[in-house]
């Protein structure tokens, strides 16, 4: 009896985190949805598709996970709910369509040299 509560305390600790990091992962899918469309940097005149940018490192993420579960699932969200869609270049977050009117302003303007 003792262990069958055991079991289900430790069902129920591993299972809503595992919730969680789905609902992370999904919001994460609806955020690279958008993903292949022209982008242009207003930060260093990058013209192309934008590039998902997940901060932290993956090494990170499996040493915590290997050292103590609960740091290393933080530590997993905390990347998937800062990933962003940014520049390839400089990893700018705000790139915005280069068929907009502000992109257009910004390519057709010509560079002062002077
Ligand atoms: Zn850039």
Same mark, same amino acid.
């Given at each position: 009896m003792e262990a069958l509560i055991g079991f289900g305390i430790i069902a129920v600790v591993i299972s809503v985190p595992l919730f969680f990091l789905f609902k992370g992962l999904a919001r994460l899918a609806r955020k690279v949805e958008g993903m292949g469309q022209k982008m242009f940097c207003p930060s260093c005149g990058f013209v192309g598709p934008s590039k998902k940018i997940i901060p932290g490192s993956m090494g990170t993420g499996l040493v915590l996970w290997l050292l103590m579960l609960i740091p290393g699932m933080i530590y997993s969200l905390w990347r998937l709910a800062a990933a962003y869609s940014g520049c390839?270049?400089? *990893? !700018? *977050? !705000?790139l915005i369509p280069a068929d907009s009117p502000m992109a257009r302003k910004f390519l057709e303007t010509p560079k002062q040299t002077a």
């Open positions: 390839p270049t400089c *990893k !700018g *977050k !705000g």
